[in-house]
């Protein structure tokens, strides 16, 4: 079955650039949406941005500024990016995969605490 | 202020039906697909599109759409049924995704 295993520093200084990366097993890595989502602690869900197979990205507006979401086919993985962090910053992130007919993700990583402090 | 609004805070009985909606304009375009999530885990797919379950969910759980409104329901709700539940869909430009708020369901 197809299973997305994340990893990244889980503490980040301020101004400094979160990194996390996805990887899939399991399953193929072509036709789907690969997204990020993050979390801040009690509170709800916040779309990052998704990658297509073939590279195209796609940000949320209020991050746009500041992510990057770039991908691996060869090595099935997708990675984020997020730079010059804040406290505000601080959640959990998922990866998820997207699918392009209902646009459900269907499949998630477990999370990931970062935590942005000096 | 996210574009799809969910309702606040619910309870129900064991075994009685709640019902959840979520509203905003992209959702006379596009169906929602809906997430459930426990205290501590990873969101879980429960329902998508016109009439899908993921293998797995009980039937219990249904969902449907009528203009900008989007609605999830749990008939007979069960202590595991408990949790935060969240829409997910396109933004009203239909460019970009987004969640709803969430509405927590407390099961007595």
């Not at chain 2, 885990?41 to 899908?52: D, E, H, K, M, T």
């Not at chain 2, 408990?82 to 995704?97: F, I, K, M, P, V």
């Amino acid at each position: 079955q197809v299973q997305l295993q994340q990893w990244g520093a889980g503490l980040v200084k301020p101004s400094e650039t979160l990194s996390l990366t996805c990887a899939v097993s399991g399953g193929s890595f072509g036709g789907y949406f690969w997204t990020w989502i993050r979390q801040t602690p009690g509170e709800g869900l916040e779309w990052i941005g998704e990658i297509s197979h073939s590279g195209r990205a796609n940000y949320n507006p209020s991050l746009k500024s500041r992510v990057y979401i770039s991908m691996d086919m060869s090595q099935k993985q997708f990675s984020l990016s997020l730079k010059s962090v804040t406290a505000a910053d601080t959640s959990t992130y998922y990866c998820a995969r997207g699918d392009p007919e209902w646009l459900q993700l269907d499949i998630w990583g477990q999370g990931a605490l970062v935590t942005v402090s000096s | 202020s996210s574009e799809l609004t969910q309702d606040p805070p619910v309870s129900v009985a064991l075994g009685q039906t709640v019902t959840i909606a979520c509203q905003g304009a992209s959702l006379t375009r596009y169906y929602p697909s809906w997430y459930q999530q426990k205290p501590g885990q990873a969101p879980l797919l429960v329902f998508y599109g016109r009439s899908n379950r993921p293998s797995g969910i009980p039937d219990r759980i249904s969902a449907s759409s009528f203009g900008n409104t989007a609605s999830l329901t749990i008939s007979g709700a069960q202590a595991e049924d408990e949790a935060d539940y969240y829409c997910y869909s396109r933004d009203s430009t239909g460019d970009h995704l987004v969640f709803g708020a969430g509405t927590k369901v407390t099961v007595l």
